[in-house]
Structure formats: C-alpha cells, structure tokens
C-alpha cells in the first residue's frame, strides 16, 4: 500500500491563504488623471485710468480666442487684428481720448471650456489738445529745396517726445534732419531738409503719428498727420546781382539766361539778399504796398521768394535798367513775357540762389530760411541731438 502524505497543519493553513488570495486579487487600480487647466488670458492694461491712446494695449492667452473684442464708450467697436496662432489681439490704430475700453470674447483651453474676456481700463481726457498742419499736401509735385514744415498752434513743450513721433520714408537714400525753429504765429513749428538739394523723382512719405501724444504741460496732440509728394524736375535760379542778369537752369541745362534788376546795393534796406530762397507762392497779380517807400502797385507774373516781400516779377517800369543796373527796392525785376515764361515754370520749393549782394539773406527775412543754415547747425537744432 502507498504512503499517506501529511501536510502540517500549519503549513496547510498559509498554503490556502495562498492560493485564495491568488484566486480573488484583481489589477491595480489606475492612477487618476487631473483634468487640464482652463485657458488663462491677460489683457492690458487691466483697470487702469488716463491710459496715453498710444499705450500698449492687448490681450493675450495660452489657449486660443474665439472671438476678442474692444468696445469703447462713446466710440463703439475698435478694430483689431488677431494673431495667427489666435493667442494675441491688439488694436490696429491709436485709441481715442477720454472714453472707456471695455474687454470682451471669449478664450479655449485644450479640452474645449471656454474662459471670457474682461476687464476695462479710460483713457487719458486732456485740458487741451494742439493742432498741427503739414505743409506739402498728398500728389504734389515740388521742388529740390521744398523742406517739410509742421506748424503746431500752440507752444510744445515737449519737442523731443513730438520729433520722435515723426517720420520721413524716401525712395532713394537721403540724409536729412528735423529742425526746431523760433515759434512763429503762436505756435511752435519744425522743419525737414535734406543736407543737400533733394534728388530729382524722389518719392516722400512723411507720418506725425501725433495722436495720444504728450506736448507737454497738460497739452497733448490732437490728430496724426501723414502726406506722400514726389520732388519734381531739379530747377535751379542763378541770380548773381552784379550780372543783372536771370539764369534757369533745369536738370543741369542752362534754359533761361534773361535781362534782369535786382535791389539797389547802395541801400541795404533795399539790397536783394545773398543766400538760397525757396520758391513759396506765385500769383497771376499781385498787389505790393510798401509805406516805407511809399508805393502802391500791382505787379504781374509775380514769384514769392522770401517773407519779406522779395519777388521774381514783372516791371515793365525797369525794362530800361533790367540788364544794365539795379534800381529795385529788392525784388527780381524782369520784362512780361520773361516774368510769365520764369512764371510758368516755377514750383514751390525751387531754389533761387542769389549771389553779389553786400546783405545776406537770414532768419529775419522770412519763415523759409532753412538752406542759409549750415548743416552742422542745422542737426544740432534736432530735439534728438
């Protein structure tokens, strides 16, 4: 007969305690998964009061928009421009003053939920604000000397924050600067010249991006100003006094070479000044007082070329000295059908360098004095330097 095997008791309890719990154990539980984060978004600035209109202003998020917008009161929606990723908005322009912005829309985490847009913020409402004009209108066509003049109408305080605001684009490289000038016509006023004549066919875009901002003393800019000229045919004035003559030149051909006569020299408040004129104004007719010399006349064909009443015109009365002497009380003297053919060609900003005269042109005799600076100078009066 075979052997009986015998288990201890001891060992047979630990071998079903074994063996049952082998049998009823299932698998580990998983490990539980937080759900992702919702999308959080910052705009700015968050509840802030006189916000300059030129201040940074945006929202963004680390979840992407779905719809971002900017209303302001009074003023109604701004225009914006989302991003391409759809995790920034920013205005497309300069805010207005004195309303308030309020946030809205609505942004996407990963897993879909959907996060608003809020918050608001004022901008800044000021005491006063100055108006500013350009000189050179949008399409014109002028001359190599025509500088670019903003006349502001009011004083500026601050000169360097207003000159950072302004920007000159050419089509072909041109150095130039920004002058500060004495105020004139109660307001502060800043010019643009290139350090040489501007080159023939240049195109010029000029931004003063003034809006939203400050002038200083409480006073802020009122509006962005911008204008896109072309700088015509380089024309050129040769009037040399004791020639007593008048010489065109146009793109470095001589064109005209006429009998003419200038201020009589031995009267310096009559002397035609010596320096680079720019061509301002032309009329058909116009009438010239002068209760210092005591005329009253209206002349033809007449060419503005200082403030301080300095023509090319028509005189009839001085043909017979035109060519031979100077009998003028500082004008350009020349016969009718010379006046009107120098007239036609003229275009505000064309340079009439006058030379041989004992008085030189400067500051006090008009507003357009610019090229009697040297250009040195001329960089230091930059609010930038």
């Known amino acids: 007969m075979g052997r009986a095997l015998r288990v201890a008791p001891?060992?047979?309890?630990?071998?079903?305690?074994?063996?049952?719990?082998?049998?009823?154990?299932?698998?580990?539980?998983?490990?539980?998964?937080?759900?992702?984060?919702?999308?959080?978004?910052?705009?700015?600035?968050?509840?802030?009061?006189?916000?300059?209109?030129?201040?940074?202003?945006?929202?963004?998020?680390?979840?992407?928009?779905?719809?971002?917008?900017?209303?302001?009161?009074?003023?109604?929606?701004?225009?914006?421009?989302?991003?391409?990723?759809?995790?920034?908005?920013?205005?497309d322009g300069p805010l207005a003053y004195g309303a308030t912005y309020t946030w809205g829309g609505t942004a996407a985490g990963p897993d879909g939920r959907t996060v608003p847009v809020t918050g608001s913020f004022r901008t800044v409402a000021p005491g006063e604000t100055v108006r500013a004009t350009l000189n050179i209108g949008d399409g014109r066509e002028v001359g190599v000397a025509a500088p670019i003049t903003i006349q502001f109408a009011a004083p500026v305080e601050d000169k360097a924050a207003v000159e950072r605001a302004l920007q000159v684009r050419t089509s072909v490289p041109t150095e130039g600067s920004w002058a500060w000038l004495p105020d004139q016509d109660g307001g502060s006023r800043v010019h643009w010249r290139p350090k040489e004549y501007w080159r023939a066919g240049t195109q010029v875009d000029v931004r003063a991006d003034l809006l939203g901002v400050p002038f200083g003393g409480g006073a802020w800019g009122r509006e962005d100003l911008t204008t896109s000229f072309r700088i015509g045919r380089s024309q050129i004035v040769?009037?040399?006094?004791?020639?007593?003559?008048?010489?065109?030149?146009?793109?470095?051909?001589?064109?005209?070479d006429v009998p003419a006569s200038y201020g009589l020299d031995s009267d310096p408040a009559r002397t035609t000044r010596s320096g680079i004129h720019v061509v301002t104004e032309k009329f058909p007719s116009k009438r010239m007082v002068s209760p210092q010399f005591g005329y009253d006349v209206v002349m033809g064909w007449a060419v503005r070329i200082s403030n301080n009443g300095e023509f090319i015109h028509a005189n009839p009365g001085s043909v017979g000295s035109q060519g031979s002497s100077n009998v003028t009380h500082g004008c350009v003297n020349l016969s009718t059908a010379d006046a009107r053919t120098y007239f036609d060609s003229a275009l505000y900003g064309d340079p009439v360098e006058v030379t041989g005269s004992g008085v030189d042109y400067s500051a006090r005799d008009g507003d357009v004095y610019d090229w009697t600076v040297p250009w040195d100078q001329w960089r230091s009066m930059s609010a930038l330097t």
């Open 10 to 91: 001891g060992w047979l309890g630990a071998l079903l305690l074994v063996v049952l719990t082998a049998c009823g154990s299932g698998a580990p539980a998983a490990p539980s998964v937080p759900p992702p984060p919702p999308a959080t978004v910052r705009v700015e600035p968050a509840g802030a009061v006189d916000v300059a209109p030129r201040a940074a202003v945006a929202a963004t998020t680390d979840g992407t928009f779905t719809d971002v917008t900017l209303t302001a009161s009074p003023g109604g929606a701004v225009a914006g421009t989302l991003s391409p990723d759809r995790r920034r908005w920013t205005p």
């Open 238 to 256: 040769r009037a040399d006094v004791n020639s007593f003559r008048l010489v065109v030149e146009r793109d470095g051909q001589q064109v005209m």
